[in-house]
């Protein structure tokens, strides 16, 4: 959960580099709160409680989705690709389970190598 709380706390951040593991614990975390919205929305008759929370997490997601691109040595432009229909989502996802870049890229150090360091 600390991955999810970190990510909304760069809200607004599009530099930078995001770990696999912030990028995919952010998409989960969304996901099991989105489901569980859209169920009690769907129970009490107000799915609109669910598109309200897609809305709110709809900058974040893009923010870390960019930063998980950077971390791949690719640019947050690669976002749009996603627009493709069937190459881009696969692209993407193919994209966004790749490796880190190792060491400094044009996007900022290593975050796996920072925590490593720290350690």
């Given at each position: 959960?600390?991955?999810?709380?970190?990510?909304?706390?760069?809200?607004?951040?599009?530099?930078g580099?995001?770990?696999?593991?912030?990028?995919?614990?952010?998409?989960?975390?969304?996901?099991?709160?989105?489901?569980?919205?859209?169920?009690?929305?769907?129970?009490?008759?107000?799915?609109?409680?669910?598109?309200?929370?897609?809305?709110?997490i709809?900058?974040p997601?893009?923010?870390?989705?960019?930063?998980?691109?950077?971390?791949?040595?690719?640019s947050?432009?690669?976002?749009?690709?996603?627009?493709?229909?069937?190459?881009?989502?696969?692209?993407?996802?193919?994209?966004?389970?790749?490796?880190?870049?190792?060491?400094?890229?044009?996007?900022?150090?290593?975050?796996?190598?920072?925590?490593?360091?720290?350690?």
């Amino acid at each position: 959960m600390s991955w999810f709380i970190e990510a909304l706390k760069k809200y607004a951040v599009f530099s930078g580099r995001a770990r696999r593991k912030e990028y995919w614990m952010f998409v989960l975390f969304s996901a099991i709160i989105y489901a569980v919205l859209l169920g009690i929305g769907l129970a009490i008759k107000a799915p609109f409680i669910a598109i309200v929370f897609y809305v709110a997490i709809l900058l974040p997601s893009l923010a870390v989705g960019v930063r998980r691109l950077h971390d791949t040595g690719r640019s947050g432009w690669w976002l749009l690709f996603g627009i493709v229909p069937l190459a881009g989502p696969i692209t993407l996802l193919v994209f966004t389970c790749s490796d880190s870049q190792p060491g400094v890229n044009k996007y900022g150090p290593n975050p796996k190598e920072a925590v490593l360091a720290h350690a």
